[in-house]
């Protein structure tokens, strides 16, 4: 079996500088039953020259799923992330000091760099770096870790994959992002062994649904995070694979992010949504790490049933799954500082004892009392 990545056609080489449209690479009749593309989707594609990008800009989803909120906590320092895509242009300059590790396991002459441009595309909406121009990316001080997965074609196989999942677990990464599907019947034993062998090591996997209407493995397997795509309008995209395995929504209509070649371009496909929702587990990863806990796939799993934003039929649905992710908001919970023990004196039990208390410890509204046994108590209410 072979995978092709969440677009609606395996793109062919693109022209150079200018917008374009993008055809499909054509198939002999044995490639096609090998290779699945998505179906009923033509997704309009522009090519930016550098040239076209020389102010940085955030994409729309920022705005509409609230990344610039989630920026206040933190932009994904010191979270790893590893992307299992078609490579990545390692030259680009919206990934300098971006990639720590890079691996190829597919029969590419092009080693792992990225011919296709999706793989390329993907890890820029999970961290294309604040350099002031192109775009930037939900976790731009995340760590990239690239394993090329599917060849220059788009398509791969489940030995790849799942050779990848366990080097992204040598590398100790915290977070896996594929955006690839392989239909709605080809699961595979030995890729859903390593996918709970990382899960089994802390790591948050996530993967695409699908543009074919109905939800794709690996995003079935129930270890998987599997996103579907909304538009800017919050409404589910026409391609977005629908099914009970759906756990959350992102953008991927129209995205723009890096491309190969050192440009930039704008696609559509549940390819886009899954680094958006890669991209916030790294934020999350890296809050938790700030704050002295240990991030796991199933806090980060409840975060998204309570935090999303509920979209489409009330409560979680097989189009919208828990509804849209809210990045922030998954951080909110983690904000509270820690209790603090301090010891009382019965002067503090005065109206002029609560201001001084709230002037030591701004924002403080509520107190837990502890007492010890003491051989004449006497208890005073706490002043309002």
Request: hydrophobic share 40%; charged share 20%; proline share 7%.
């Amino acid at each position: 079996m072979r995978f092709t990545s969440c677009l609606s056609l395996v793109l062919a080489t693109l022209l150079a500088c200018v917008p374009t449209a993008i055809t499909a690479v054509p198939h002999t009749p044995e490639e096609k039953k090998q290779v699945l593309i998505p179906e009923g989707e033509l997704v309009p594609l522009q090519v930016f020259a550098p040239s076209a990008v020389a102010t940085e800009t955030a994409d729309w989803g920022h705005s509409v799923i609230g990344v610039p909120e989630a920026w206040k906590v933190t932009k994904g320092k010191g979270a790893k992330v590893a992307v299992l895509d078609t490579g990545i242009d390692s030259t680009h300059p919206e990934f300098a000091g971006r990639i720590k590790e890079m691996k190829n396991f597919t029969t590419s002459r092009a080693g792992v760099e990225d011919m296709n441009g999706h793989g390329s595309h993907v890890a820029g909406i999970i961290s294309a770096g604040e350099n002031g121009f192109g775009v930037v990316g939900v976790a731009p001080e995340a760590e990239l870790y690239i394993a090329k997965v599917l060849g220059d074609n788009g398509s791969g196989s489940f030995a790849w994959i799942a050779q990848a999942i366990d080097w992204a677990i040598e590398q100790k990464v915290d977070v896996i992002s594929m955006s690839l599907a392989a239909g709605p019947r080809a699961s595979d034993p030995n890729m859903r062994a390593a996918i709970k062998r990382a899960t089994d090591k802390g790591i948050i996997v996530i993967s695409a649904a699908g543009n074919g209407g109905v939800t794709e493995y690996p995003g079935k397997f129930p270890e998987v995070i599997c996103v579907g795509a909304i538009d800017d309008t919050k409404q589910l995209a026409s391609f977005s694979g629908r099914g009970p395995e759906v756990a959350v929504v992102a953008p991927g209509v129209n995205v723009r992010s890096t491309y190969s070649a050192g440009r930039h371009a704008t696609l559509s496909g549940t390819s886009m949504a899954t680094p958006y929702v890669a991209g916030c587990a790294a934020l999350y990863v890296s809050n938790c790490r700030a704050n002295g806990s240990t991030p796991s796939p199933a806090e980060f799993r409840k975060l998204i049933e309570t935090q999303s934003a509920d979209l489409g039929a009330k409560g979680k649905d097989n189009s919208y799954g828990w509804g849209m992710i809210q990045p922030a908001k998954m951080l909110s919970p983690l904000l509270m500082p820690p209790p603090r023990k301090i010891t009382l004196s019965k002067d503090d039990f005065t109206p002029a004892g609560w201001q001084k208390l709230q002037q030591a410890m701004p924002g403080l509204k509520t107190i837990t009392l502890e007492f010890e046994a003491i051989s004449s108590p006497s208890a005073k209410p706490m002043p309002k």
